[in-house]
């Protein structure tokens, strides 16, 4: 007897639910700048003149700049941030803000070390990242 005909192939995506799922995929600056609000305003600033708070540094310009730059420009303890030798570019950003202790490991007595502890969901990280790199100096 013949071999049976193959399966038919499966029915193609609707369109609505490609051009949704392709939306919610995109890093979006504007729902990152909430984030930042929400996440990192009570310690950071993000504003194109000015040093930051009493507790962080101004992170207008964080994207492309060396680890501890920002910190040290910002007159405080930098050497934990900047031994760590890491660019901060879209993808170690995105690792940072899901575990900041494994691309800079805390160190007993450094009085730098932030309380951020990482962001569970990666659209959310997606997101912030989008608002940052939107901070970089013209």
């Not at 910002?74 to 760590?84: D, F, L, P, Q, T």
Request: with cysteine; aromatic share 8%; proline share 14%.
């Amino acid at each position: 007897p013949p071999p049976p005909p193959p399966p038919p192939p499966p029915p193609p995506p609707l369109a609505s639910t490609t051009v949704a799922q392709a939306a919610s995929e995109a890093p979006d600056p504007r729902r990152g700048q909430a984030i930042f609000k929400k996440h990192c305003a009570q310690c950071h600033t993000a504003k194109p003149e000015g040093r930051g708070t009493v507790r962080g540094p101004n992170l207008f310009g964080v994207y492309g700049a060396q680890s501890g730059a920002v910190v040290k420009a910002w007159g405080g303890s930098h050497e934990r941030m900047e031994s760590a030798f890491v660019r901060w570019t879209e993808t170690s950003l995105l690792r940072w803000l899901e575990s900041p202790s494994e691309v800079v490991p805390f160190r007993t007595g450094d009085r730098s070390c932030m309380s951020f502890r990482g962001m569970d969901r990666h659209a959310d990280r997606l997101d912030l990242v989008a608002f940052l790199k939107s901070l970089a100096p013209a």
